[in-house]
């Protein structure tokens, strides 16, 4: 029987087995001699250049000046400056930060297996790890010069303290650790501050109003973590700007005549003549980003307004696309990544079904990230790391399915009382 081969699974070794996996796939693969840093690299060297943290005109009417911006989240950009400035721009130095990911993602299984190991039985928690730790996706993603592998770590610990303080401890400690690191994710990720209002109120749905004084607790040290961000955002922008200046055009990129559901079109070609024209006469000053996105915006939500029937078509379309794969994603098209995602899918939406009663209960942080994940995509639109990010909690439902766990799981009541 399975539940008595995982009892049997040592966790260092799937621990072991995770580490393993990644650090092949970083010799093999060798991202590091060609790497990929996305705009975060184009940040990161203009704070190196003592520019601050700028940006080239994101406009192909103006494709050299560079701008104050808030294109992207801090972090990450400022993580990969301090380590050129320490080690050079070389390969080298993007070797070290593979290395880095890898180790996140080895920690990822931990905090995986300890998030099932609270909310299911212990063969179950050791099935999640094991899942996480093979699973393609997840091991690639330490290749990647991208933020993700440190906020899909961060997001995961959240849930493990708010779960632990609501079904084990009710110790403040757990509330204070939670806040620390959804300041941080904040940091790095940029729809992020929505999670961090949604998990605060899920604290009161599950305790209570007794859980009001934690919920604001947790609130407010994540908010406090973020806020010389959004005071800095004041002072340049001269506008209230919680973490990127980007949100029009994100809506923008998801609600067009030419959008296919995901961000991997021509947006240049969807412009109109109008928007091309008015785009063109923005200054180039420290509001260029900002105006540019009351643009973007202001023509998304028309087009919403305008298309009610092609928008609920594309909602579908991302939902669709959110649970298989976008064929116009060169990564994403890939077997090793489609097959597993779908599969994985499928087994958690019956581990799901097993769960249902206690989906809003014990389970609710995990519905909610799930649920906010898919939304943001249907609002936007897909993306592989939107469904990647949430794929830790995927994979509790799926363990809880394959393992039959759901009968041997401890089931909490709201206040934590076995």
């Known amino acids: 029987m399975l539940s008595r081969s995982l009892q049997r699974l040592n966790l260092v070794t799937v621990l072991v087995v995770a580490a393993v996996l990644r650090v092949a796939s970083i010799l093999v693969l060798r991202t590091y001699l060609h790497p990929n840093t996305w705009e975060f690299?184009?940040?990161?060297q203009g704070?190196?250049?003592g520019l601050g943290f700028s940006?080239?005109?994101?406009n192909i009417y103006h494709p050299v000046a560079r701008v104050p911006s808030a294109l992207m989240p801090p972090a990450y950009p400022y993580v990969l400056a301090y380590l050129w400035r320490l080690f050079?721009?070389?390969?080298?130095?993007?070797?070290?930060?593979?290395f880095l990911n890898a180790a996140l993602g080895v920690l990822l299984v931990y905090m995986v297996y300890r998030i099932a190991q609270g909310l299911l039985s212990e063969s179950a928690a050791k099935l999640a790890a094991l899942i996480c730790a093979v699973y393609p996706a997840q091991v690639y993603m330490c290749n990647e010069f991208h933020s993700i592998s440190f906020y899909i770590v961060l997001g995961v610990a959240v849930i493990y303290f708010l779960n632990r303080y609501m079904d084990e401890s009710h110790a403040w400690t757990d509330i204070v650790w939670a806040g620390l690191c959804m300041g941080l994710l904040l940091l790095f990720r940029a729809e992020a501050m929505a999670i961090a209002l949604l998990y605060a109120a899920c604290l009161v749905v599950r305790r209570g109003m007794k859980a009001l004084a934690p919920a604001l607790a947790f609130a407010a040290i994540s908010l406090a973590i973020l806020s010389p961000w959004v005071i800095r955002n004041a002072v340049v922008f001269h506008a209230f700007i919680p973490t990127v200046s980007t949100a029009g055009f994100n809506l923008w990129l998801g609600h067009?005549?030419?959008t296919t559901g995901s961000n991997h079109f021509d947006w240049t070609d969807a412009q109109t003549p109008e928007e091309r024209s008015e785009l063109s006469r923005i200054p180039v000053d420290v509001r260029y980003e900002v105006e540019v996105d009351k643009i973007y915006k202001r023509d998304a939500l028309a087009y919403i307004r305008s298309h009610p029937r092609h928008e609920v078509k594309l909602a579908l379309k991302k939902l669709i696309l959110f649970f298989s794969f976008d064929p116009s994603h060169v990564k994403s098209i890939s077997p090793l990544y489609w097959v597993p995602s779908i599969l994985l899918s499928c087994v958690a939406a019956w581990g799901a079904y097993l769960q249902r009663r206690r989906l809003l209960r014990e389970d609710l942080l995990l519905t909610a990230s799930i649920a906010y994940a898919v939304v943001l995509g249907m609002a936007m639109f897909v993306l592989p790391r939107y469904k990647i990010v949430i794929d830790p909690f995927i994979m509790v439902l799926a363990a809880a399915a394959a393992?039959?766990?759901v009968g041997s799981a401890p089931v909490r009541s709201p206040e934590g009382v076995a």
């Open 403 to 405: 393992d039959g766990a």
């Open 256 to 258: 067009n005549p030419h």
């Open 55 to 58: 940006f080239p005109a994101h």
């Open 41 to 44: 690299g184009v940040l990161a």
């Open 47 to 49: 704070i190196n250049q």
């Open 88 to 98: 050079g721009d070389r390969p080298a130095t993007y070797l070290g930060l593979e």
